[in-house]
């Protein structure tokens, strides 16, 4: 009996081994299967990552021929442009002289007027012994029309839209009030300038009826001061190409 319970015994842990057995086959396989799959996902991931990679790569090194190929055209043009550039320049800057923004320095005449000293007689018109507005804009038409390049009274540069004009006693230039004596300084040729006004019955000797002071004075250098006011143009554009009729 006792071998025999021996027996039974020993085929049951055989029966056991050999169920564990096919156990840890069949799990080894498992995992096998699923180490191959894995690794078949990952390298379809690396694959495809690669893919975007190698594209993004096509990009930018395209675009980055795009951009040198710009950079040439624009150096290129720039040499081209430069003598352009340069008479550009000297455009604005002669536009800028004409337009009264510019100091500068060159010879002309110095004229400076005041009232007149002579005595009053009774029932004359005070008046007519002042210096008025319409004085010195004679003066200034007188000078320009003699070739003047550049003009300023008592420091106000006179430009395209300067006024002049009285208020009481004092003259308005460039919005800013001036008394006399009134220092006119004008650019341009000394002599021609000089003849321009005391010619016979010109604007000085009209002046100088009622005793209005007058000294001219020729300088080989004189300095212009530039405009310094605002310029502003709210009702004024300029026309674009055909919209101005002839």
């Known amino acids: 009996m006792k071998d025999a ?3 039974q015994a020993h085929i049951a842990i055989s029966v056991i081994c050999f169920i564990l057995g096919m156990l840890l086959v069949a799990q080894f396989r498992s995992v096998q299967v699923s180490g191959a799959a894995i690794s078949i996902q990952r390298a379809q991931e690396l694959s495809t990552q690669l893919k975007t990679v190698t594209e993004e790569r096509d990009m930018y090194k395209k675009e980055l021929l795009e951009l040198r190929a710009r950079l040439a055209e624009y ?3 720039a040499s081209k442009t430069s003598s352009l550039t340069e008479a550009m320049k000297k455009e604005l800057e002669k536009v800028r002289m004409l337009a009264g923004l510019t100091p500068g320095t060159g010879p002309g005449i110095v004229v400076t007027l005041d009232d007149s000293n002579l005595p009053r007689q ?3 018109d005070a ?3 002042l210096i008025h507005d319409e004085d010195l804009l004679k003066v200034i038409n007188e000078l320009f029309a ?7 009274v008592n420091g106000q540069r006179i430009i395209a839209n300067s006024e002049v004009r009285c208020v009481g006693p004092t003259i308005i230039i460039n919005s800013v009030k001036l008394a ?3 220092i006119i ?3 341009g040729d000394p002599d021609t300038l000089e003849s321009a006004l005391k010619m016979r019955g010109g604007v000085i000797e ?5 005793g209005i002071q007058v000294n001219i004075k020729k300088q080989e250098k004189i300095d212009m001061p530039a405009y310094a006011g605002a310029i502003q143009f709210k009702y004024f554009k300029p026309a674009k190409a055909g919209e101005v009729q002839q």
């Open 122 to 124: 009774p029932g004359e």
């Open 127 to 129: 008046n007519l012994f």
């Open 206 to 210: 009209s002046l100088q009826v009622f």
């Open 185 to 187: 300084q004008a650019i």
């Open 75 to 77: 150096e290129d043009a």
């Open 146 to 152: 003699a070739g003047a390049e550049a003009i300023s």
């Open 180 to 182: 006399p004596p009134f």
């Open 5 to 7: 319970s021996k027996t």
